[in-house]
């Protein structure tokens, strides 16, 4: 199984970007799958969770900010990200959970988003 996260790099305060992670699973839609990132010096936090079943949830930091979606046509998960922050700085990775389970089994390469002030 192989998450491949892309989408990351240079912008603005204020700026847009949208990270896709491209996933080999049969399906993504059996899956729930998760944004994750981590910023220089600190713990890796997730940013946005989306159930199999559907629905989606947000660290506070990221709400009216980012939009995750998924694709399942195309077996990709997208982290929509406007408006964005130095402190949204982070290396950013998809991972991917067989429901039943507590912890994400499938983790993306992870993509740098830099937000320059």
């Known amino acids: 199984v192989q998450l491949q996260a892309s989408g990351g790099g240079f912008v603005q305060t204020g700026d847009s970007l949208r990270l896709s992670c491209a996933a080999s699973?049969?399906?993504?839609?059996?899956?729930?799958m998760g944004w994750f990132r981590q910023a220089p010096g600190k713990e890796r936090e997730s940013v946005a969770a989306?159930?199999?079943?559907?629905?989606?949830t947000y660290v506070d930091s990221v709400k009216g900010r980012f939009t995750a979606s998924r694709d399942s046509a195309k077996n990709t998960v997208y982290l929509q990200m406007n408006s964005l922050k130095p402190e949204d700085t982070a290396v950013y990775y998809c991972?991917?959970?067989?429901?039943?389970?507590?912890?994400?089994?499938?983790w993306g390469q992870g993509t740098l988003v830099t937000v320059s002030s």
């Open positions: 699973l049969r399906s993504i839609s059996s899956y729930d």
């Open positions: 991972a991917a959970r067989v429901p039943s389970r507590v912890g994400y089994d499938y």
């Open positions: 989306l159930r199999w079943g559907g629905g989606t």
